[in-house]
């Protein structure tokens, strides 16, 4: 199994990533308890409903890991200002930064204060500020930025409770999902069990003077 990870959260179960991190995990030997919309009408965006779901869980995950995330929820990806609305700007913020912050909030409990403990959630390279040279995709650009920055925040709170926890905010690389399809272009892309593996690697070799960064798939340090 990955590296002291006995007990795993997938939250985000029945998408491409999180499926694939579930099945890596559990063919680790790890036991995963997995949670997502599709078979547990779970609603990351809904404060009532992440509490109802987490809440039944008994403490002791060694890992919780966040794979939700949308790449315009309501439609297609800003290619310009002109096509920015508040509508389409609010969904990317629920979906990617209040989601895993709601999950990262219910998930504490489940961590423990006495051991390496690991919470991870999906970002993006292309939520970096330092690393846009191109502009466009405004709404899931700033959302993911958003996610580090509460991701980088909680980070520096978790370290008085629970010391030895790490936080990251992790960028799988272009993944071939139904999510990416429509969007790859030239990038190259991975199948999603290759993608859950190199994200795993990362956090089993994170330290806890790692918690709160923002990486790619190969541990490499992103701007934020």
């Known amino acids: 199994m990955g590296r002291g990870i006995e007990r795993a959260l997938v939250i985000g179960a029945s998408g491409g990533i999180g499926a694939a991190m579930a099945g890596t995990l559990e063919g680790r030997g790890a036991a995963v308890t997995r949670l997502s919309r599709t078979a547990d009408g779970l609603d990351v965006t809904a404060e009532a409903s992440v509490e109802r779901a987490l809440g039944s869980l008994e403490p002791g995950y060694d890992l919780v890991f966040v ?43 489940l961590l423990p204060k006495d051991r390496r403990s690991v919470f991870a959630a999906l970002s993006a390279r292309v939520g970096s500020i330092g690393d846009n040279g191109i502009g466009g995709w405004h709404s ?18 978790m370290r008085r409770t629970h010391e030895r926890a790490v936080c990251l905010a992790l960028h799988p690389g272009t993944v071939e999902t139904p999510f990416t399809a429509k969007y790859a272009g030239r990038h190259r892309t991975v199948p999603a069990e290759k993608a859950a593996a190199n994200i795993l690697g990362v956090i089993e070799d994170a330290a806890p003077s790692m918690s709160g960064g923002f990486y790619d798939y190969a541990g490499e340090g992103i701007p934020w």
């Open 140 to 157: 899931y650009r700033a959302s993911k930025a958003a996610l580090n920055q509460l991701l980088h925040g909680a980070a520096i709170e």
């Open 67 to 109: 794979a939700t995330g949308a790449l315009a929820p309501l439609g297609e990806p800003e290619k310009a200002i002109a096509a920015v609305t508040g509508e389409a700007l609010r969904a990317a913020f629920d979906v990617n930064a209040v989601g895993p912050m709601l999950c990262l909030k219910h998930a504490l409990r």
